[in-house]
């Protein structure tokens, strides 16, 4: 299988050999993290947004973004075993970026004048619906920086000791740290002082256990992808 990678193509172009195996994707490798980066943005985003909505599930209060954003924990870990740390690394940057360009175009959308001569709810109640959003996208980004590069760095150590051995270690390991870290970060910026406190309670706790049961859940999804980093970082 063909390896997409400038350096190692134009190496191959002029007959050198020298080049190092660890700098090669495979078409597989590439199309792997293009689907589960995207995938890991996507949920992020569309979290941010559902988020706005408090819902209640069995008797716990719990922000609608936890419907989505719990998996990305796992595409995380997806995307660390197919790219590396490095990879990882700029995927979770990469979309605490995305989420800032989400929060400015929301924000443009609220305070740039409507057309007068189209009307409804739309309209009038944009801003008040997704002004809000602004304040847990913030939130968002600060608790993803701090809790999914925790996780890099709890995966890493995992892999440092048991290679490639016990995969479903490295998900589990990693995500009992970043949950509650995730969950507690977001919950207090997002929502202290605009709801009561016994609710922000309320959407940690459903939200640690949310997301736990989802990390455990999608845990066999760190085996659909190839170890090729083992040793190698």
């Known amino acids: 299988m063909g390896t997409i990678n400038p350096r190692v193509d134009s190496a191959v172009a002029v007959g050198r050999t020298d080049v190092d195996a660890t700098t090669m994707y495979s078409e597989r490798a590439v199309m792997v993290l293009m689907v589960v980066g995207g995938a890991y943005v996507a949920t992020s985003l569309m979290a941010n947004v559902m988020s706005v909505r408090i819902l209640s599930l069995g008797g716990w209060a719990v922000d609608a973004g936890t419907l989505t954003y719990p998996l990305t924990f796992t595409l995380r870990d997806v995307v660390h075993k197919a790219g590396g740390t490095a990879v990882a690394r700029t995927t979770v940057v990469a979309t605490a970026g995305f989420n800032a360009l989400l929060a400015l175009g929301l924000w443009a959308a609220a305070v740039l004048p409507g057309d007068p001569a189209t009307t409804g709810a739309a309209q009038s109640e944009f801003a008040n619906v997704l002004n809000p959003v602004l304040r847990i996208i913030a939130a968002s980004i600060i608790a993803q920086l701090i809790a999914e590069l925790v996780d890099t760095e709890v995966y890493r150590a995992w892999v440092a000791r048991f290679g490639a051995r016990h995969q479903w270690g ?11 870290l995730d969950s507690v970060i977001f919950a207090v910026i997002a929502f202290a002082g605009r709801i009561p406190g016994a609710v922000v309670w309320s959407i940690i706790w459903a939200n640690i256990a949310i997301k736990g049961v989802t990390a455990l859940a999608s845990t ?8 090729r980093w083992v040793g190698r970082e």
Request: proline content about 11%.
């Open 170 to 180: 490295r998900v589990i390991s990693s995500n009992s740290v970043s949950v509650p």
């Open 220 to 227: 066999p999804l760190i085996y659909t992808v190839r170890d």
